[in-house]
């Protein structure tokens, strides 16, 4: 299976996943520590309040001795239920009640205010010197006083609603990232199943990279062709319309003047003819836009194509081969598709001849232009208006004929261009002085 590409979505998902678990391990890695050095010491009002107590034990034993330290540690074990004892230098207790064995070993790991608070699982224990320095009261840490009272709450925050908020930032960027845009797309398609033609997903999804963007581009490409496509049939649809009236039109005065029934008949004939190629032409424009067939392309040499054509363009014009010159190399080959190539020349020729005057010349010449042939077909009839370049290329249009006439229904460039782009080539027109050039462009072999 192929590696998706460098701006595929694949590496933008697996950028936000391994992000968000980089956050989530992070954050309650280095959160955590910090919680726990920001409670692992005393605050100043807990030493405070300490500090008071070491006071009032002072006082105690300074006023009444053994008796007025014992009545202090009792009030002090009713207040705050904690272990407490006051102790002089050699850590003798200065109550009346002597330490036991335990409380001896309890005082090896007493800590002074400034110390650490240590292992969280085990209950700490400190000691505050009195003002004379012989003395000392060692005591628990009240529970009001505890650091980490509100510790289970931030580690339930760090554990729990860390990664539920990390969780929703991330479900928003993949909302951003992928939602976002199908709902773009999916109200721009409901758009153009209602009818609007005009509806694109624009740059917001079609200036991505992705896939996502491929889809939006795909999408905005389908739209235009549809809206082009659905354009060019109802013109046509109008135009065909207005072209079979003339026809019809003079077959039916014919069908109320007309008393021979020969000529009749005759003129039956010509219109029908008329509007079966006039039909046809049509039908065949609108499958080349529509259908856009891939034509099958093999080597085709111009100039041996040029004088099959020519040979049918002086019978039916009755123009003679010297009218009909061909100035191309004996290697001009070109990548074609030979009957489409055939009738975009023939409709061409066809053209040039009949706007060229009584004795005029039609001439085909070209020049290898690196890897393609440019070829070009000259008449000298009267040009066009420079405006009108590119509008005769547009079907029905007829500048000089008044209609219907003789002289086409103004679809034969139209299929030539047609027949031309499907090549994989180009087909413009430019004025000459005198005559119209007709340039082709399309892939040497």
Known sequence: MRMPGRHSLLWRLAGLLVLFGLLIVTLQTDIGHKLIEMNSRLPAEAKSTLRELAREAESAWQQQ??????????????????????????????????????????????????????NPRKWPV????????????????????????????????????????????????LYRMLIAPLAILRRQASALSAGDLGARVGEPVCARRDELGELGRAFDHMAGRLESTVAFQRQ???????????????????????????????????????????????????????????????????????????EDACFESGWSEERLPCDLEDDCLVRGHLNGLAQALENLLRNAIR??????????????????????????????????LEF????????????PGGDGFGLGLSIARSMVRLQGGELWAENLSPGLRMNIRLHAV
């Open 126 to 173: 400190f000691y505050v010197p009195f003002g004379n320095g012989e003395a000392r009261l060692v005591l628990e840490l009240p529970r009001r006083l505890n650091p980490r009272k509100h510790l289970p709450l931030w580690e339930a925050v760090l554990q729990y609603v860390l990664p539920v908020f990390l969780a929703i930032l991330l479900g928003y960027l």
């Open 236 to 310: 046509l649809l109008r135009d065909l319309s207005h072209e079979l009236r003339t026809p019809l039109s003079r077959l039916r005065v014919a069908g109320e003047n007309e008393t021979d029934i020969e000529a009749l008949r005759q003129r039956l004939d010509r219109e029908l003819q008329t509007m079966e190629r006039l039909v046809a032409d049509t039908l065949e424009l609108v499958w080349l836009d529509t259908e856009r067939p891939r034509l099958p392309l093999e080597p085709v040499e111009v100039g041996r194509l040029w004088e099959v054509l020519r």
């Open 355 to 388: 706007h060229s005057p009584e004795d005029g010349v039609v001439r085909l010449s070209g020049c290898r232009d690196g890897q393609y042939w440019h070829l070009w077909i000259d008449d000298q009839g009267p040009g066009v208006d420079d405006q009108a």
């Open 392 to 403: 005769i290329f547009q079907p029905f249009t007829r500048l000089n004929a008044a209609r």
């Open 65 to 118: 001795g053994r008796e007025g330290v014992d009545d202090f540690l009792r009030r002090l074990r009713e207040r705050e239920d904690v272990w407490a004892v006051v102790v002089d230098e050699q850590r003798q207790s200065l109550s009346s009640r002597a330490l036991d064995e335990m409380e001896r070993r309890r005082l090896d790991f007493i800590r002074p205010l400034d110390g650490m608070l240590g």
